[in-house]
């Protein structure tokens, strides 16, 4: 039973603020986690490795879970809306305290804190976000109406990313202590996430909804369902990929500017706002596309141009170009090669905003291609699965690249990196990341769920509705 009401704006902006949160997550987990962990916490470089691969372990049981329990749930505020407010409070407290680590002697106890804190950092994320993904399908079950509602939600994702990325660097290079600059990162982040999930329930409760009997939950079952449906499993599979670069390049690109090309700290928050920025810019062209081209044509060309656009960068020297340059909010003139990469930046950020876009367009489509195939409805599982893509993609890209600085012989705390370990900084930048993309691509050419095989399958869904 879908709910009569309709889909307002109000609606829309509501549960597209859930995207703050979402940003903050990602920009401080991506961009600075390792940074904190090898720079503030002072932990090596491969006991921090595993510091940001186990909590992912967890999430292979509890994304797909809280899927199902959020498909199942029932009461007056509907199956998912109580979930985002508990799992966004929980997420946001957890936020602050994996960032406030006690005052340990030994490297191991501060790992365990970090590691113990990131686990339910982790698990109020997930309560957060699956069901917050899962409300899409439900809003609109309209190919194109979708694709919009997936825009929203990305502009406010990018906003956030903006100012996270702003803001960041001027919280945690204020004070020559990096551990006490991080812990107001924390504070923040917990208002950010807290407010973000209290809107989206405020805002959201006469929103349209779907309430369907669901069968007793098995794992094994629900698992076997979402392989089964090929539309879903090469999005899986290409998203991971995709992530598993972004979170490599994300997490590298600290590394990449202060120890490579020797910028300022605070400079790092204006580059990666800027191209933020840019990418927002970008989100309504690429809505456009996904119209004229269909969703899939656009996936694709922008992985291709988001891959070009970056191989440059694992060429730049810091002494490239003979000038330097003052730029807004940096007390530091930088050099004119952080220059260069900014510009090379903002292009690629044509790419990146279409390959973050345009999945989290066709994913929700998934949803009843899996109904036509199994019979059951389950958005809950999917976009919990869709979610663990995600994460798990974030944490091998970031895993991966504590590898490489290990074996590069970087030195946590270090304030300089022999040629070995830049060179190694620039792999897991550039070259790992874009392998990553070209893989996506390529997965991707598998994917055969157009708008007009999604309009057969509602089709199919009426009619098997009437018999």
Not at 203 to 211: F, L
Not at 439 to 457: G, M, Q
């Amino acid at each position: 039973m879908t709910t009569s009401s309709p889909l307002r704006l109000r609606h829309i902006l509501g549960w597209s603020s859930g995207g703050f949160a979402v940003a903050v997550y990602l920009g401080v987990t991506i961009n600075y986690f390792l940074f904190f962990l090898t720079q503030g916490a002072t932990i090596p470089v491969g006991m921090a490795s595993m510091v940001l691969l186990l909590p992912r372990l967890w999430d292979v049981v509890t994304d797909p879970i809280m899927g199902a329990i959020s498909d199942r749930t029932r009461g007056r505020a509907g199956r998912r809306r109580p979930w985002i407010l508990f799992g966004g409070l929980v997420f946001a407290v957890s936020f602050y305290f994996m960032f406030a680590i006690p005052d340990f002697d030994a490297a191991w106890q501060r790992a365990v804190w970090v590691t113990g804190f990131y686990m339910l950092v982790g698990t109020g994320y997930t309560m957060f976000e699956v069901p917050l993904n899962a409300m899409l399908p439900e809003m609109s079950q309209d190919y194109r109406q979708r694709a919009r509602l997936a825009g929203y939600n990305m502009i406010a994702i990018r906003t956030g990313l903006i100012a996270t990325m702003l803001v960041g660097p001027y919280i945690f290079a204020a004070d020559a202590d990096v551990a006490a600059g991080f812990r107001r990162i924390g504070l923040f982040a917990a208002v950010v996430i807290a407010v973000a999930s209290i809107v989206v329930f405020t805002t959201t409760g006469d929103a349209p909804r779907v309430e369907r009997p669901h069968k007793k939950f098995h794992l094994r079952q629900e698992l076997s369902a979402l392989w089964k449906n090929k539309p879903f499993k090469v999005l899986f599979c290409a998203h991971l990929l995709k992530f598993t670069g972004i979170g490599a390049a994300g997490t590298c690109v600290i590394y990449y500017l202060v120890f490579v090309l020797k910028a300022p700290p605070q400079s790092v928050g204006v580059v990666l706002s800027a191209t933020a920025a840019t990418a927002t810019l970008f989100l309504p062209l690429w809505m456009w596309l996904m119209q004229k081209w269909g969703k899939k044509q656009a996936y694709s060309a922008a992985l291709l141009i988001l891959s070009f656009a970056m191989l440059p960068l694992l060429f730049v020297q810091p002494d490239a170009f003979d000038f330097s340059f003052k730029i807004p909010f940096v007390a530091e003139a930088v050099n004119g090669a952080v220059i260069a990469v900014a510009g090379i930046l903002i292009l690629a950020s044509l790419g990146d905003s279409g390959a973050i876009l345009a999945p989290n367009a066709m994913i929700p489509d998934t949803v009843e291609a899996d109904e036509l195939q199994s019979g059951t409805r389950r958005e809950g599982t999917i976009l919990g699965a869709w979610t663990f893509s995600r994460k798990l993609g974030m944490a091998l890209g970031a895993y991966v690249v504590s590898l490489m600085l290990g074996w590069s012989g970087f030195v946590p705390g270090a304030t300089s990196q022999s040629p070995e370990a830049l060179n190694g900084i620039r792999l897991g930048y550039v070259l790992f990341p874009v392998s990553c993309y070209i893989a996506a691509w390529l997965i991707l050419r598998k994917y055969t769920l157009s708008e007009a095989r999604f309009e057969e399958i509602k089709a199919d869904l009426v009619g098997r509705a009437e018999r």
